[in-house]
């Protein structure tokens, strides 16, 4: 056998006491093939080559072939490495993939993704990486293109894993759903799982929503349902009537004349109760024996002493009218005001509407008569008032019409006493934006914000206190940022742009001003807080702050304040539900 003389050297070094090592050709001794007995049993006979090799000597070999790990380098097996060009050791191809060597090309062998520079390994095979747009379901795609981790999610009816595969968030026995309110996820217009948008029922207090019809609460704060807060309010002599956000409506005080609560009985609630179970309530009007209201599908309802119910009453006996009855059956309904013993409606067309009784031509018709239907007055719906026992609106024009009791000139017509029974024109002003009817005298607000007054008690006072009658309408202080007014009979509160609130009149109960004057002489602001509405009731106030708290003050005999007694209150009492 032929040794190449580094090997040579070596082999002998290791047999020198075995063999007889030498010759210019670099061969072994004479009798080569033989075993020498001192060798011992640690010898052993290479077979191939007929050559004795320890244990543990790298072994000689002519290829690759003869190496378990496939390289053979200078005649002997060494270890393999990345660069060997055999595939060995972990490697899944030659020089590549495993863990000890790199990620191997498009083609070659793999076991695993990370074994594949592509990172994707197919039946073992190392391919392209699959993009979302290839039109193949591959990688972690659960249907074309779609799904998985990398790609969008997928349309209804194609395949999924979980919800997040589907655009909907859907996923229902391995396909796309399309969203419904009851699959318990956040989709389609829903602001929150299975609730608010335009499809879904309004949400609880709690979840997410965009704006306020999102929650059954009706108010939506910072994108979270809030508590529901107070909207309307109206008072008058003995009772008061409330609508909250969420469109219920509640009533409170005495309730044993004309089940003017609505509760279907005549018991009285010195706490707010609600009437019925309805939740589409948008603005009320309490009257001295009648409630009307309108709901927010143009619908109205009155209940209370049956001569003012707007329909034909003289079939109906108690308790029929101690609950809600609807007036017509038409849909166009805006906001109602309800008096002494008439009420009037406004409609879309701003047209308005009165009934009830018309002793004094209230209801302007032209007539005296009772009227149990509403009946057409004329487009005074801009803004109207009929608190009392007179009426007046304002067109479109801005001019100021009135009718009905002129006992003390609450009409403003320059010293006409006669009661018309059609309206009659204010004054040629064409610039009124607010009115108001008290028992017998009347207030309005112009748009330059200026507050104007006329008639009997308590209009214009001078500061000694004394009644200073006018018979037109006369401007009340200097302000010019007046926005709304109220009044029923003997004290009158108004807002300004500020959202400050000013009352003035008598003050007998507080209700006009926490001072003990029993007459205020002219407008003086009413504490530090600020309003967005008021309603003035006989003798006694109510109010709504900006945040949708509710305040009533002042005279609580009949146990309009909602306080749950029968007692006056100098300052404001906050209102709330059971």
């Known amino acids: 056998m032929k040794f190449s003389s580094m090997r040579l050297t070596l082999f002998c070094a290791l047999f020198s006491a075995a063999l007889a090592c030498g010759g210019d050709n670099g061969t072994s001794g004479a009798n080569n093939n033989t075993v020498d007995s001192d060798a011992?049993?640690?010898?052993?006979?290479?077979?191939?080559?007929?050559?004795?090799?320890?244990?543990?000597?790298?072994?000689?070999?002519?290829?690759?072939?003869?190496?378990?790990?496939?390289?053979?380098?200078?005649?002997?097996?060494?270890?393999?490495?990345?660069?060997?060009?055999?595939?060995?050791?972990?490697?899944?191809?030659?020089?590549?993939?495993?863990?000890?060597?790199?990620?191997?090309?498009?083609?070659?062998?793999?076991?695993?993704?990370?074994?594949?520079?592509?990172?994707?390994?197919?039946?073992?095979?190392?391919?392209?990486?699959?993009?979302?747009?290839?039109?193949?379901?591959?990688?972690?795609?659960?249907d074309v293109d779609c799904g998985g981790a990398d790609c969008d999610a997928c349309q209804d009816g194609q395949v999924c894993a979980v919800g997040s595969d589907c655009f909907n968030g859907v996923c229902d026995n391995g396909l796309c759903a399309a969203p419904t309110c009851e699959d318990g996820v956040t989709n389609s217009a829903e602001t929150d799982a299975d609730c608010g948008g335009a499809d879904c029922d309004a949400c609880a207090v709690g979840k997410a929503c965009t704006e306020d019809t999102d929650c059954v609460s009706g108010v939506c704060q910072a994108g979270i349902c809030g508590a529901a807060v107070w909207t309307d309010v109206s008072t008058h002599t003995r009772h008061t009537c409330g609508v909250r956000s969420d469109g219920s409506l509640w009533c409170w005080g005495s309730n044993t004349t004309s089940g003017i609560l609505g509760m279907g009985d005549t018991a009285d609630s010195f706490v707010p109760k609600r009437v019925g179970t309805d939740s589409n309530w948008a603005q009320v009007s309490a009257g001295l024996e009648n409630t009307c209201a309108v709901r927010t599908d143009g619908t109205l309802w009155c209940w209370g002493e049956r001569r003012a119910l707007g329909r034909d009453s003289s079939i109906l006996l108690p308790p029929s009218y101690y609950s809600p009855l609807q007036v017509g059956q038409d849909t166009d309904w805006v906001s109602v005001s309800v008096g002494y013993a008439h009420a009037c409606a406004k409609r879309?067309?701003?047209?308005?509407?009165?009934?009830?009784?018309?002793?004094?031509?209230?209801?302007?018709?032209?007539?005296?008569?009772?009227?149990?239907?509403p009946i057409s007055v004329g487009a005074y719906g801009a803004s109207f008032a009929a608190r009392y026992l007179h009426t007046c609106g304002i067109r479109a024009s801005g001019t100021l019409w009135c009718w009905g009791l002129n006992s003390d000139e609450q009409l403003g017509r320059g010293g006409a006493t006669a009661t018309p029974e059609t309206p009659a024109q204010v004054g040629n002003d064409s610039n009124w934006s607010a009115v108001a009817t008290l028992e017998d005298n009347t207030l309005g607000v112009r748009t330059d914000g200026t507050l104007w007054g006329w008639g009997g008690k308590y209009t214009i006072l001078e500061p000694d206190g004394v009644t200073n009658t006018q018979n037109t309408p006369t401007q009340i202080g200097s302000a010019t940022s007046w926005k709304s007014i109220s009044g029923v009979r003997f004290h009158a509160c108004g807002i300004q742009g500020d959202g400050s609130l000013w009352c003035w009149g008598t003050n007998s109960n507080n209700q006009a001003s926490t001072l003990p004057d029993a007459l205020i002489s002219q407008p003086a602001k009413y504490g530090t807080q600020t309003w967005s509405s008021v309603s003035v009731g006989a003798f006694n106030t109510c109010g709504i702050q900006p945040d949708g708290s509710l305040w009533c003050w002042g005279a609580n005999l009949f146990g309009q304040l909602g306080d749950g007694t029968v007692d006056d209150r100098e300052t404001p009492f906050e209102v709330t539900v059971p």
Not at 113 to 138: G, H, I, K
Not at 348 to 368: E, H, K, M, V
């Open 40 to 142: 011992g049993a640690d010898s052993t006979t290479d077979a191939d080559a007929g050559t004795i090799v320890d244990e543990g000597v790298v072994p000689e070999c002519t290829s690759g072939a003869d190496c378990d790990d496939g390289v053979c380098f200078e005649g002997s097996c060494v270890a393999p490495t990345c660069a060997d060009g055999v595939a060995n050791g972990a490697e899944t191809d030659i020089d590549c993939g495993g863990a000890d060597c790199g990620p191997c090309e498009i083609g070659n062998a793999c076991v695993a993704a990370a074994d594949c520079l592509s990172s994707t390994c197919d039946a073992e095979t190392c391919v392209v990486a699959p993009t979302c747009d290839d039109q193949s379901s591959n990688g972690l795609e659960t």
């Open 348 to 373: 879309t067309d701003n047209s308005l509407w009165c009934w009830g009784r018309s002793f004094y031509g209230q209801i302007g018709d032209g007539t005296d008569v009772d009227r149990p239907e």
